[in-house]
């Protein structure tokens, strides 16, 4: 069904399937001055966002290969990642299915890379990284399956990871002429990629006279021009589990074997869903936890369930990273595209991968093509970039494992310095473990929001009878574009969903897909967009979930407070439980897991205890924290919403006024460290109009002084789903 076209046929396929432009004019393109390393800088709506340039990172390019997506894990051509490894690092490793002949294996350099999707990687140099190791990188990187290197980018006094393409997204007005468009393009010296789809007027382009950090002039050039909406750079951005040892105490141990803990739980599990795990689903119910006494600190699922079709007829799109849907626990609320779909795309059944350079086409003659995957779980490449890391975790012994992960090691002995060896490299091979079952937050999302236990030990959702609809818009190592979210939203909506669900905070603001978001609330009246509120610890909501019209979501801890970690302050709308391992994984939230897969495990004897963020021995089922899995627990609640109104009479407006009505700060507690920083916040003023936009710590939106404590730290309180699905039959 696959099929791999060069870049004209491309090219030629993707437009004849969207607009038809008409030929360029021969017209100079405008010169466009090029920013200094001093001063970059994007705009968003007219507000320069600055932007620094990191000399710590080398982005790399792979040169495109035939399909890497392929799901037959005994057939997979070697990925570029794996290549770029076995040149500086000087693998393979003692875990690798393939070998080079001694004479062929180099010498390792002192540098770490990181796969970002399967067309990227970027590479870390030590801080003290001499002029000799570059110029061994550079020689290294002159390889036939490497394209082009890249600048790395970062936010202004930050340390995050943007890679910067020569690739801008960039917006027509409304009803603006072909003839318009393409006189624009040629003006400006741009050539189209392609056209964005499910999206109007807007294209991703690429300059045919500059590259590198001239793509930041050109984008902000074309701002100020007449019929263009926005341009806006296709940032590269990476957005990862933050499992960061950065603690100077040893990490928890995987704890006592799940049998052990579970037998030290009472099991209270009366509900519709019972569960060898309910114990542990503290988020649902927290009365095992905390007794019958203690305030309850959940969402009371059971008691929504009780009196609901418990989300049946609903469908959320989770837009996120790997989707393994046919986890056990996920498979039976898979939402499927009927085969008679006018619109359904090449292949598509369950959702659709946005992060996928494949040309995916009906047939052998190349009819019918779009970019793109329909299938939102792991591929071969990726599984062999992965396995071989996962497998040193727990067969390389001490000496080989300080050798192989020197530069994490190293870091981990720098931030961590009372820790023993020992623990140092205990901390290091959780990490990976962490990282790598972190690939699967997709997954974990999905399953907060619909899981239904296929066996007496299973995970459960908050709307076990929702159906999900996978999206993928990360690739490996929190890869993602502003292309690939824009097309994954307006896909999502074309798709009627009821809800979509984004545990992705922490983007830079994007003037393409708060357009694009602007756009699909107007067109889709009664749709819900949902997104975790950061994990940033900020006053001021990350984004999306900063753009109006979204829910966004803080996180609290089994005992009712604030999860350190959580975003507060302007711009919060409600919270749910998000969990806190920090000193025990067990009051993290539980949900499904995508390790599971047994082509991960072969030719590596099954774990005898808990690993990482998992709980069983092949993590099929993980504890996790964010405000990544306090988003879906709302997108659940949403759902359970819908499903007790099957006509869907109320409007957006009226579910999130219904949502925040009822949820309550009864069992939440405000620290005493947040009330000291309340206390000063509340003298110095809540935000003025000038900090509009996004530009934190000091809030996205003014607040109305004055506010209490607790809507300062929690909005309007942890949802309540019983008090929201009365709220909706009382409608």
């Not at 114990?279 to 203690?294: E, N």
């Not at 690739?475 to 979210?485: C, F, K, Y």
């Not at 610890?537 to 005992?559: H, N, Y």
């Not at 000193?583 to 047994?598: P, V």
Request: charged share 15%; glycine share 8%; net charge negative.
């Amino acid at each position: 069904m696959k099929r791999i076209l060069n870049s004209l046929a491309i090219s030629t396929v993707l437009l004849a399937t969207q607009h038809t432009l008409p030929p360029a004019n021969p017209i100079a393109p405008a010169p466009a001055q090029a920013q200094t390393a001093d001063e970059l800088y994007y705009t968003f709506y007219n507000q320069r966002i600055p932007l620094t340039q990191r000399t710590d990172q080398i982005a790399v390019v792979f040169t495109p290969t035939a399909d890497s997506n392929t799901r037959d894990f005994n057939t997979s051509t070697e990925p570029g990642f794996v290549q770029l490894q076995q040149d500086l690092l000087g693998y393979p490793d003692p875990s690798t299915t393939r070998s080079r002949t001694p004479a062929a294996t180099p010498e390792p350099l002192a540098v770490s890379v990181q796969p970002l999707g399967s067309r990227y990687a970027v590479i870390q140099l030590p801080a003290d990284a001499d002029a000799a190791l570059q110029a061994a990188v550079q020689e290294r990187l002159q390889q036939s399956y490497i394209e082009s290197t890249l600048p790395v980018l970062s936010r202004a006094n930050g340390d995050d990871t943007i890679v910067l393409p020569n690739e801008i997204l960039l917006s027509f007005e409304p009803d603006t002429p072909q003839s318009q468009v393409t006189l624009t393009l040629n003006r400006y010296g741009l050539e189209v990629v392609r056209p964005l789809r499910f999206s109007h007027d807007r294209y991703l382009v690429k300059s045919r006279n500059g590259d590198g950090l001239e793509v930041l002039a050109i984008a902000n050039q074309l701002n100020g021009v007449a019929d263009i909406q926005a341009a806006t750079p296709n940032f590269v951005q990476t957005i990862a589990y933050d499992s960061t040892p950065s603690s100077t105490t040893p990490p928890p141990d995987g704890g006592p074997a799940l049998n052990d803990l579970l037998a030290a739980l009472p099991n209270v599990n009366n509900t519709t869903y019972p569960s060898d795990l309910w114990p542990l689903l503290w988020h649902l119910d927290s009365t095992a936890q905390r007794g019958q006494i203690q305030t309850r600190t959940d969402i009371q699922a059971p008691e929504a369930w009780a009196i609901s079709r418990q989300g049946a007829g609903v469908t959320v799109a989770v837009i996120d990273s790997l989707i393994q849907w046919d986890h056990p626990d996920l498979q039976g609320n898979l939402a499927a595209i009927a085969p008679d779909d006018p619109n359904r795309l090449p292949g598509e059944v369950h959702g659709w991968d946005f992060t996928s350079d494949t040309v995916v086409c009906v047939d052998q003659a190349g009819t019918d093509c779009v970019v793109g995957d329909p299938d939102t779980r792991i591929s071969a490449d990726e599984l062999e970039v992965l396995k071989p890391h996962l497998h040193n975790t727990f067969t390389l012994s001490a000496a080989e494992f300080a050798e192989t992960y020197e530069s994490l090691v190293q870091q981990i002995r720098q931030r961590a310095s009372p820790l023993s060896e020992r623990e140092v490299l205990q901390s290091a091979r959780r990490y990976i473990q962490n990282q790598i079952a972190a690939e699967f937050h997709g997954t974990w999302s999905a399953g907060v929001v619909a899981a239904r236990p296929a066996e007496a030990m299973g995970a459960v959702g908050v709307a076990p009878q929702a159906q999900i609809l996978p999206v993928r818009v990360f690739g490996l190592g929190g890869e993602i574009t502003s292309a690939s979210l824009v097309e994954a939203i307006g896909y999502a909506a074309e798709r009627n969903v009821d809800v979509i669900n984004l545990s992705l905070g922490g983007l830079l603001p994007d003037r393409a897909l708060t357009d694009q978001i602007f756009a699909v609330q107007d067109a889709h009246p009664d749709l819900v967009i949902v997104a975790s509120a950061g994990n940033d610890s900020l006053d001021g909501v990350a984004f999306p979930a900063a753009i109006p019209g979204v829910v966004s979501v803080g996180a609290t801890t089994l005992e009712g407070r604030r999860s350190p970690y959580s975003t507060f302050g302007a711009g919060l709308d409600v919270v749910a439980p998000g969990g806190e391992t920090s000193f025990t994984a067990n009051q993290g939230i539980l949900t499904t897991g995508g390790t599971g897969l047994q082509a991960f495990w072969s030719g590596l004897a099954t774990p005898d205890s808990r690993w990482g963020v998992a709980i069983d021995p092949l993590g099929d089922y993980v504890q996790v924290q964010g405000t990544s899995f306090a988003a879906p627990a709302v997108s659940g609640v949403l759902a359970l919403m819908k499903g007790e109104d099957p006509q869907r009479r109320l409007s957006r407006d009226e579910l999130i006024s219904l949502l925040a009505q009822s949820a309550n700060h009864d069992g939440l507690l405000v620290s005493q460290a947040d009330a000291n920083q309340y206390r000063l916040q509340a003298a110095i003023g809540f935000g003025t109009a000038g900090d509009f936009p996004f530009l934190r710590p000091t809030g996205i939106f003014p607040i109305a002084d004055p506010i209490s404590a607790e809507a300062y730290f929690f909005g309007r309180g942890l949802v309540n789903a019983r008090a929201a699905v009365e709220a909706v039959q009382a409608q």
